[in-house]
């Protein structure tokens, strides 16, 4: 149960912290990136915990880091994706208003 709150707080600020760095979080929302890396680390979190890992004598602190380290690489792959296609879309919306007037 430990696992789940360490991992839950550790994606939360790593979600926040991605957003606060990234130059283009005026694309989106506040709570998109924070969700994005909560929801891969508890999937991840869940689906190891059914695989025995968290249980594992030797292997317990896989539960623990893989998670960390693949919502981490999830929301920075995110937030490069998502800043990309906002800023594109909304330069084409953009300009499509400007030409109707």
């Given at each position: 149960?430990?696992?789940?709150?360490?991992?839950?707080?550790?994606?939360?600020?790593?979600?926040?912290?991605?957003?606060?760095?990234d130059?283009?979080?005026?694309?989106?929302?506040?709570?998109?990136?924070?969700g994005?890396?909560?929801?891969?680390?508890?999937?991840?979190?869940?689906?190891?915990?059914?695989?025995?890992?968290g249980?594992?004598?030797?292997?317990?602190?896989?539960?623990?880091?893989?998670?960390?380290?693949v919502?981490?690489?999830?929301?920075?792959?995110?937030a490069?994706?998502f800043?990309?296609?906002?800023?594109?879309?909304?330069?084409?919306?953009?300009?499509?208003i400007l030409k109707?007037?």
């Amino acid at each position: 149960m430990v696992s789940l709150i360490v991992v839950t707080g550790v994606a939360l600020s790593v979600g926040f912290f991605v957003w606060f760095a990234d130059r283009r979080h005026h694309r989106y929302g506040v709570l998109l990136l924070p969700g994005i890396c909560l929801t891969s680390a508890l999937i991840l979190w869940i689906i190891l915990q059914f695989a025995g890992l968290g249980y594992h004598p030797d292997l317990f602190w896989l539960a623990w880091l893989l998670p960390m380290l693949v919502s981490t690489v999830v929301t920075v792959a995110a937030a490069w994706w998502f800043g990309r296609h906002r800023e594109h879309a909304d330069a084409e919306a953009m300009t499509s208003i400007l030409k109707r007037r």
